[in-house]
């Protein structure tokens, strides 16, 4: 293996949207197993060092591999359509209204639980919506620019969501 081979590569998993969480866990042990810098202590501290370069660039693969996030923004950039959000934040006007009108329904909703629950529940299905959309577009249509538009729709939804959540925290403690 390369260390500058892309994350799937590395894991020996098809580059795909859609992958196994399971087998992502079990590749991770594997490989963090065998590139664990303790099995490299009798080869000198060369080989130490290279273990420990590929423990890093496992451990890093597999954060990137377990969140669908950043999943997806690397998929894009892996087929050419990096999702770019710090300079990309263009979003159709339908979407920016949703936006607006989940913000406002969070204001109102105040310390009401109940409330808040259900804002999370539709932002919730929205956010499972627009994940199958970006497996579609990513995995079976092949279409990486419009599915980095959905990953720049899906940091905004995750931004709210977390937002939502602390507010559901400073509440129910």
């Known amino acids: 293996m390369n260390l500058a081979d892309n994350d799937f590569v590395v894991f020996g998993l098809p580059e795909r949207f859609a992958i196994d969480r399971a087998e992502l866990d079990a590749r991770r042990r594997q ?4 590139a664990h810098p303790d099995r490299f202590a009798a080869q000198g501290e060369a080989a130490r060092r290279v273990a ?9 693969a597999y954060t990137r591999l377990r969140d669908p996030l950043s999943r997806a923004a690397y998929l894009c950039a892996l ?6 959000a710090e ?11 949703q936006q607006m009108r989940w913000r406002e329904a969070l204001d109102d909703a105040a310390d009401d639980v109940a409330a808040l629950r ?18 579609q577009l990513l995995d079976d249509d092949g279409v990486p620019a419009a599915a980095a538009d ?12 977390r937002d939502l ?4 925290e400073a509440i129910t403690g």
């Not at 420990?52 to 890093?60: K, Y």
């Not at 087929?79 to 770019?84: E, M």
């Not at 300079?87 to 209204?97: D, E, I, S, V």
């Open 165 to 168: 959540a602390e507010r559901l």
């Open 87 to 97: 300079r990309n934040t263009a979003m159709p006007a339908a979407f920016l209204m």
């Open 79 to 84: 087929r050419g359509a990096p999702v770019n």
């Open 118 to 135: 259900s804002i999370d529940d539709e932002v919730a299905q929205v956010e499972r919506n627009t994940l199958r959309e970006v497996v």
């Open 150 to 161: 959905r990953v720049r729709a899906l940091m905004f939804i995750d931004k709210f969501r």
């Open 31 to 34: 490989l963090q197993g065998q």
């Open 52 to 60: 420990m370069q590929w423990s890093v660039r496992i451990n890093e």
